[in-house]
């Protein structure tokens, strides 16, 4: 079995309680909701996504709109839980949008929206994060990637609170993670949860530029304003350098990254990666 599809096997349905949600460290971030969800701390719930937003891109304000109109079993709204219009959006791509972590950190009500990413990508952060387990765990930081695409979450937060809980993931060097918003790729919703981003197998590497050979599936969700989310990112070092190549988190499992490639390269320099604004 591929590690692809091991990473979506795990992503099955969980308890509804957050702190009985699986956070194994040697496995982090893993396992991550397989569709969109409102945690609290009490609960895990199920929210369904009403109409996907016709056009090319939405905006703020759409954004808002969308994701408030998810309705909970008994006929509520997210708009009911918390206030949209005081929120900012978050791309959540790794620890936080794990439900026992954020129950953990004392993250707030918030909802986990599915989304796509185009030609970026999660890859491993260089440094550890020795909190847990030793020698520590990689967190997820985002990468330019030309051509790739791949599921992650997003999610709406109060300014006060999306500053807390990015900073959880400096441990105990500050400044180590910042929220950036993007000046490259796409980030748009997405319908499809059970897409696969390409395969190993499917990247071709000359031994300078590393290229994906299938194309793109074709969108089904309106994109989303870069200018209007916020992206944690590794900016202390950046993310790994597995001579010249990218590690992506949905082809290398924490342990597998760590034990056998980890240390074996060096480091990309985080704005070298990326473009922000």
């Given at each position: 079995?591929?590690?692809?599809?091991?990473?979506?096997?795990?992503?099955?349905?969980?308890?509804?309680?957050?702190?009985?949600?699986?956070?194994?460290?040697?496995?982090?971030?893993?396992?991550?909701?397989?569709?969109?969800?409102?945690?609290?701390?009490?609960?895990?719930?199920?929210?369904?996504?009403?109409?996907?937003?016709?056009?090319?891109?939405?905006?703020?304000?759409?954004?808002?709109?969308?994701?408030?109109?998810?309705?909970?079993?008994?006929?509520?709204?997210?708009?009911?839980?918390?206030?949209?219009?005081?929120?900012?959006?978050?791309?959540?791509a790794g620890?936080?949008?794990?439900?026992?972590?954020?129950?953990?950190?004392?993250?707030?009500?918030?909802?986990?929206?599915?989304?796509?990413?185009?030609?970026?990508?999660?890859?491993?952060?260089?440094?550890?994060?020795?909190?847990?387990?030793?020698?520590?765990?990689?967190?997820?930081?985002?990468?330019?990637?030309?051509?790739?695409?791949?599921?992650?979450?997003?999610?709406?937060?109060?300014?006060?609170?999306?500053?807390?809980?990015?900073?959880?993931?400096?441990?105990?060097?500050?400044?180590?993670?910042a929220p950036?918003?993007?000046?490259?790729?796409?980030?748009?919703?997405?319908?499809?949860?059970?897409?696969?981003?390409?395969?190993?197998?499917?990247?071709?590497?000359?031994?300078?530029?590393?290229?994906?050979?299938?194309?793109?599936?074709?969108?089904?969700?309106?994109?989303?304003?870069?200018?209007?989310?916020?992206?944690?990112?590794?900016?202390?070092?950046?993310?790994?350098?597995?001579?010249?190549?990218?590690?992506?988190?949905?082809?290398?499992?924490?342990?597998?990254?760590?034990?056998n490639m980890?240390?074996?390269?060096?480091?990309?320099?985080?704005?070298?990666?990326?473009?922000?604004?």
């Amino acid at each position: 079995m591929s590690n692809v599809q091991q990473y979506y096997l795990c992503r099955l349905t969980m308890s509804s309680s957050p702190r009985l949600w699986p956070n194994p460290p040697r496995n982090s971030p893993l396992p991550l909701p397989s569709k969109a969800v409102f945690f609290s701390s009490r609960e895990i719930s199920d929210i369904q996504a009403p109409k996907m937003p016709e056009g090319e891109q939405i905006g703020l304000s759409e954004l808002r709109d969308f994701i408030g109109e998810h309705t909970f079993e008994d006929g509520s709204k997210v708009s009911d839980q918390i206030d949209v219009q005081k929120c900012r959006p978050l791309l959540i791509a790794g620890e936080l949008a794990n439900p026992y972590r954020l129950c953990d950190i004392a993250a707030p009500k918030m909802p986990i929206i599915p989304v796509r990413l185009e030609d970026i990508c999660r890859t491993w952060a260089d440094n550890l994060d020795a909190r847990d387990i030793s020698p520590g765990i990689h967190h997820v930081t985002i990468v330019r990637s030309p051509g790739w695409w791949e599921n992650t979450f997003i999610t709406l937060l109060e300014p006060s609170e999306m500053k807390r809980i990015v900073q959880w993931l400096d441990g105990s060097r500050a400044n180590t993670w910042a929220p950036k918003r993007l000046a490259e790729g796409t980030i748009r919703l997405e319908s499809d949860l059970e897409l696969m981003p390409p395969s190993f197998e499917q990247l071709s590497w000359d031994g300078v530029d590393e290229k994906v050979i299938p194309e793109m599936p074709k969108a089904n969700g309106p994109a989303l304003d870069l200018a209007t989310i916020m992206v944690p990112i590794n900016t202390r070092i950046g993310c790994y350098n597995s001579r010249g190549r990218v590690n992506r988190c949905s082809h290398f499992a924490q342990t597998e990254f760590h034990e056998n490639m980890f240390r074996r390269g060096s480091s990309f320099k985080w704005s070298d990666m990326i473009n922000c604004l």
